[in-house]
């Protein structure tokens, strides 16, 4: 089956403890993205990846790291959590970096950082 | 500044009543427009894409949406409402020029009740 897959689903952590989520996609697909969903602010970019070994930082790349060593791969990582991080996150991919080709999500990442 | 904007943050609906999702967006050149949904503890599904072509795209679910260009606008309808189609919408439109060029910008989303 065709899918984005993330993990973990549910993560509590405490400041200060490094972490990383989990993105994988069967695929194929060269573009992949992170996001973050927070109540009253909707779908925000965190960083995307046009391909193997090429990032670029979204609208909210502050305090998060990324890598793509694999096409299928993409682990968000945030190296000193803190509350403000608190938030649903999702990975995405399409199989081109074209206009007319749809993202796939995976189902979420609920971080909550203590 | 490329834009899209989901002016209700509910709407509601009783069950086989028509519904209407609004957005409007605002991007230069030609616009790549999407609706997705998301159901509770889930990811964001695709429903439907406007590239060219006929203004009404059907697409998931009996859902289909509206282009007009000169309102800019891409409004998500149905003609008869289910209760299970209670989700979060969201409109998105993609990145046509610059350094983020094929991004996706997302609206707030607009939670759809339908009630029996």
């Known amino acids: 089956e065709a899918q984005v897959t993330q993990n973990p689903r549910y993560l509590i952590t405490v400041t200060g403890k490094k972490l990383t989520v989990t993105c994988s996609q069967n695929?194929?697909?060269?573009?992949m993205s992170w996001y973050r969903q927070d109540p009253g602010l909707g779908l925000r970019q965190i960083y995307y990846?046009?391909?193997?070994?090429?990032?670029d930082k979204g609208d909210v790349p502050e305090g998060y790291k990324v890598s793509r060593k694999e096409k299928r791969n993409f682990p968000l990582i945030l190296e000193s959590p803190s509350p403000n991080q608190t938030s649903l996150y999702f990975c995405?991919?399409?199989?081109?970096?074209?206009?007319?080709?749809?993202?796939?999500f995976g189902n979420g990442t609920r971080l909550t950082v203590t | 500044a490329q834009s899209v904007a989901q002016p209700e943050d509910q709407v509601n609906v009783a069950e086989g009543n028509p519904l209407t999702v609004k957005c409007t967006y605002s991007?230069?050149?030609?616009?790549?427009l999407f609706w997705y949904v998301q159901y509770p503890n889930r990811g964001l599904q695709f429903l439907l894409k406007?590239?060219?072509?006929?203004?009404l795209v059907k697409g998931s679910y009996g859902f289909e949406a509206e282009f007009n260009k000169s309102q800019t606008s891409f409004h998500l309808k149905k003609p008869s409402a289910l209760v299970s189609d209670s989700a979060l919408y969201f409109c998105?439109?993609?990145?046509?020029?610059?350094?983020?060029?094929?991004?996706?910008?997302f609206g707030k989303g607009t939670k759809l009740s339908v009630k029996p």
């Open positions: 995405a991919s399409s199989l081109y970096r074209d206009r007319g080709s749809p993202l796939h």
């Open positions: 695929m194929n697909h060269e573009y």
């Open positions: 990846s046009m391909n193997v070994e090429v990032t």
């Open positions: 991007v230069s050149g030609n616009p790549y």
């Open positions: 406007y590239i060219t072509g006929d203004n």
């Open positions: 998105a439109v993609r990145v046509s020029y610059g350094g983020s060029q094929g991004n996706l910008i």
